[in-house]
């Protein structure tokens, strides 16, 4: 078998008890080197064939898969946070597929949860906002015309970007453009969980200069939305007066 791990953010006891289970029991690792934690890698039993993907090609990724799958070996491909979102898994899948080699996806905990619980804040509150947008600009992989940021920032929702902070500046002025104001509180979360992690707090019409007097190019998420600043409802399932399926409210 052939397991996609999502590895989580960078702490590498925010993978699950699961991942962390098949990556002992594998006698193949490939991993993302470029992002994944190398930490991660002492879940991994002695003698085991470890590979960084960093260095390879998808062609070389796949012939160490089918190599490990003619040989009746377990691999476990390591991809960082939550493989379902900017995995890259897909044309992985795809090709073991089509091959006949069998294959799981075992989840992760994403970087844009670990950076909302590093604030710390909900991303989603009563009479605000209960939408949250996973996205990113545009960059060497396109976007389509419709999910540029300006007119997903038209819902006014809580954003979490993803692989964009190289581009503040023009994510800035499309997010205004969208209908944004310029006090609507931005968060900058570099390397979410990892000893190293950097909080930057400021507004759209501020965020940019923050962000390149601290130097950060890579490896950050930005939270936009007025959920972290606006009032809210207290949430009515702990209120004693809303009823439900496991208790009656008061009169």
Sequence with gaps: MIYFIGAGPGDPELITVKGARLLKEADVVIYTGSLVNPRVLDYCRQGVEIHNSATMTLEEVLEVMRGAARQNRTVARVHTGDPGLYGAIQEQMDALAAEGIPFQVIPGVSSFLA????????????????????????????????????????????????????????????????????DTPVLVVEKASWPE???????????????????????????????????????????????????????
């Design 115 to 182: 950076a909302a619980a590093a604030v710390p804040h909900e991303l989603t509150l009563p009479g605000v906002t209960q939408t949250v947008i996973l996205t990113r600009m545009e960059g060497r992989t396109a976007v389509p015309e419709k999910e540029k940021l300006s007119e997903l920032a038209r819902h006014r929702s809580t954003m979490c970007i993803f692989l964009s902070v190289q581009q503040i500046d023009r994510l800035v002025d499309e997010l205004l453009e969208g209908g944004y104001s310029p």
């Design 197 to 251: 992690e950097r909080i930057i707090r400021s507004d759209l019409k501020g965020i940019a200069h923050q962000v390149r007097q601290a130097g950060i190019t890579r490896t950050a998420l930005i939270m936009v939305g007025e959920v972290f600043a606006a009032s809210y409802r207290p949430s009515r399932l702990y209120d004693p007066r809303f009823s439900h399926g496991y208790r009656k409210g008061e009169p």
